[in-house]
């Protein structure tokens, strides 16, 4: 039991990938992050939809990189990256504080995995846009306008 927060360690379901941190609050924050359907890709999804640009595909198995968002007929693939696991390079999220090594191995298996994604993407003739959360957040009307000019490019 956690003291301050009242939570048992073992009450609530992880998915068995990352150390078990030292904070059961940690550990509850961690295993509420989602992958799929996050919240800066909800939010850009419906920017998508109210400008009119509602014909896109969602994590589609038969596009290489599995894009978070794409326009198949526009050959436009969107990925959608949080801050913490993609390694941001505008906000900068800092490194947990336990555990480093994990994590610093981690987020450059990550990086890898993104850029390995684009190339498969752009080798294909697709287009590759990578919008940040933190940018999302604070300029959405700019994400949604990278976004737009891509898909009225002929
Ligand atoms: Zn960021």
Excluded: Q
Aim: some cysteine; aromatic content about 8%.
């Amino acid at each position: 039991m956690d003291r301050l927060t009242g939570i048992r360690a073992a009450s609530y379901i992880r998915d068995g990938r990352a150390p078990v941190p030292r904070k059961a609050l940690t550990s509850l924050i961690m295993s509420r992050i989602r992958a799929k359907h996050t919240k800066p890709e909800l939010a850009l999804r419906a920017a998508l939809r109210k400008n009119g640009y509602s014909n896109y595909r969602l994590h589609a198995k038969n596009i290489p990189g599995r894009p978070d968002i794409c326009f198949p007929e526009k050959r436009v693939a969107i990925f959608v990256h949080g801050c913490f696991w993609h390694s941001c390079p505008y906000c900068k999220p800092s490194l947990p504080k336990t555990h480093r090594s994990f994590w610093t191995e981690k987020f450059r298996r990550n990086k890898i995995r993104d850029r390995a994604k684009s190339r498969l993407l752009r080798l294909a003739g697709w287009k590759v846009i990578a919008v940040w959360e933190c940018r999302l957040r604070s300029s959405p009307e700019k994400s949604l306008a990278r976004i737009v000019r891509m898909l009225v490019m002929k």
